[in-house]
C-alpha cells in the first residue's frame, strides 16, 4: 500500500506564505512525477505545479512568480512554496504522484495516488 500525506495548510494573511509538504510511504520502487492539485469551494480541481523525476518543473500561470514546487528524492516527499498569498488561492491542496510499485508477480507497473488534501485559506 502506499500513501500519500500532505501537511502544512491553514489560515494566513493576504500577502502571506505558507509551505506545503507531502509525503509517499508504503512499498514505493520509484516516483515519477509528484504535483499538487488544488479545488476551490464550487470549482474544478486543477493544477497548480508538477515536478519530474528530474526536477523539471511547471506551473498553473495563476500561480508563476508566487509558488515554488521541490522535491526531495531521498524522502520520497513534495513541497510546494506559497508566497504572496492571494484570497483567490483559497482551497483544498492536493498532492498527486505517480509511483511505481512492484507488484504481485515481481513485475513494475505505475500507479496514480492522492492525499486526502489540506486547506488553505487565505484571508483579504
Request: charged share 15%.
Amino acid at each position: 500500500q502506499v500513501q500519500l500525506v500532505e501537511s502544512g495548510g491553514g489560515l494566513v494573511q493576504a500577502g502571506g506564505s505558507l509551505r506545503l509538504s507531502c509525503a509517499a510511504s508504503g512499498s514505493i520502487f520509484s516516483i515519477n512525477a509528484m504535483g499538487w492539485y488544488r479545488q476551490a469551494p464550487g470549482k474544478q480541481r486543477e493544477l497548480v505545479a508538477a515536478i519530474t523525476s528530474g526536477g523539471t518543473t511547471n506551473y498553473a500561470d495563476s500561480v508563476k512568480g508566487r509558488f515554488t514546487i521541490s522535491r526531495d528524492n531521498a524522502k520520497n516527499t513534495v513541497y510546494l512554496q506559497l508566497n504572496s498569498l492571494k484570497p483567490e488561492d483559497t482551497a483544498i491542496y492536493y498532492c498527486n504522484a505517480r509511483i511505481v510499485v512492484v507488484t504481485a508477480t515481481g513485475g513494475l507497473d505505475e500507479y496514480g495516488y492522492w492525499g486526502k488534501g489540506t486547506l488553505v485559506t487565505v484571508s483579504s
